[in-house]
């Protein structure tokens, strides 16, 4: 069972931030964050990761909670290539699985 | 970065007939390869662990007799639907992660084998 729970669908206008938020309640302490994306008819797209301190990459931000209960991933600028559906998955060794993600729209 | 291959991208299928999905990782070494189906609208449900060297480890749910999974190099997992149905229609992906050494190592995946079985 996925132990992340997400918005079902986001919408942003072009050019704009968007926070796409996660919830992790019984996140253990060896569990990492990490986010992928994925476009319509390809496969996932690793964005970001991280434990406990904030991340950025070319990418996206990770922002940690200090209790690490939930995290945002955040795209400064979103472009019409960002629409995706974008999973929170806590990953520990080789536990791998998915929740139902968030549908980020873009509109331009 | 690090790709992951996967092929076919597309196939259709007689119903009875057995398909063969390949995943390769290009620049890496992989040993550990995970196997996920997709039905439309849906999320990515993990289907199988294939791990170099040794049998796969399948969700529950999962027919391991259904869907052979053989991961003979460092470099290569294939699955196989055998005698396929109608229902077994999905996208099936493949990923891999990049080092045994790094436990955090993200995932890489395939773009994905859309199966129809007619």
């Known amino acids: 069972d996925a132990k992340t729970t997400q918005p079902n669908s986001m919408e942003s206008n072009e050019e704009e931030p968007v926070h796409l938020p996660c919830n992790h309640s019984t996140i253990s302490g060896t569990d990492y964050i990490h986010w992928y994306r994925q476009l319509p008819s390809q496969g996932p797209e690793y964005v970001i990761h991280?434990?406990?301190s904030n991340v950025n990459n070319r990418m996206a931000s990770l922002a940690i909670a200090e209790d690490r209960k939930s995290s945002t991933l955040i795209l400064h600028r979103a472009t019409l290539r960002d629409a995706a559906v974008y999973y929170c998955?806590?990953?520990?060794?080789?536990?791998?699985?998915f929740g139902a993600g968030t549908r980020l729209t873009v509109k331009p | 970065g690090a790709v992951v291959s996967q092929h076919p991208s597309r196939v259709i299928c007689k119903s009875g007939t057995s398909v063969k999905i390949e995943c390769r990782s290009l620049d890496f070494q992989a040993t550990t390869m995970f196997w996920y189906r997709q039905f439309p609208k849906q999320s990515l449900m993990l289907m199988a662990t294939s791990n170099e060297g040794s049998k796969a480890t399948y969700e529950q749910g999962v027919e391991k007799d259904k869907f052979l999974i053989n991961h003979a190099s460092l470099t290569l997992s294939t699955l196989t639907v055998t005698s396929a149905h109608p229902e077994d229609s999905s996208f099936y992906i493949c990923?891999?992660?990049?080092?045994?050494?790094?436990?955090?190592?993200?995932?890489?995946f395939g773009n994905g084998t859309r199966l129809t079985v007619t």
């Open positions: 998955i806590l990953y520990n060794n080789n536990d791998m699985r």
């Open positions: 991280g434990l406990t």
């Open positions: 990923s891999a992660r990049e080092s045994p050494l790094r436990v955090n190592s993200p995932l890489h």
